[in-house]
Nanobody, 120 residues
Framework: QVQLVESGGGSVQVGGSLRLSCAAS????????MGWFRQVSGKEREGVAC?????SYSDSVKGRFTISKDNAENTLYLQMNSLKPEDSAMYYC????????????????WGQGTQVTVSS
């Protein structure tokens, strides 16, 4: 059974950093397509970063966020630096098809989410 469990969210000040973790079971992080999405209530879930054929980032986080894998731990990470209030959202780990970077419709498995709140 595939399980994706996020952790590392919390409340930080503007300009601060957080590292989100996604521990996978029943699924190989090394050999599959994965990403991070985020969602604010009332808005569409949007892609933040993904690893498929290449590594991709949304324009809003490029240069500030880094997605990575620890294959030995079967864990996906999102390092978030220089955080802004508009980064506040529920962040979801995702696994799915080879076009997962194209959007949420390609996601087969979701984590439960971890909340990130950035305040000034």
């Amino acid at each position: 059974q595939v399980q994706l469990v996020e952790s590392g969210g919390g409340s930080v000040q503007v300009g601060g950093s957080l590292r989100l973790s996604c521990a996978a079971s029943g699924y190989s992080v090394r050999g599959n397509y994965m990403g991070w999405f985020r969602q604010v209530s009332g808005k569409e879930r949007e892609g933040v970063a993904c690893i498929a054929a290449t590594t991709s980032y949304s324009d809003s986080v490029k240069g500030r966020f880094t997605i990575s894998k620890d294959n030995a731990e079967n864990t996906l990470y999102l390092q978030m630096n220089s955080l802004k209030p508009e980064d506040s959202a529920m962040y979801y780990c995702a696994a799915g098809g080879y076009r997962i970077c194209s959007g949420a419709s390609w996601v087969a498995y979701w984590g439960q989410g971890t909340q990130v709140t950035v305040s000034s």
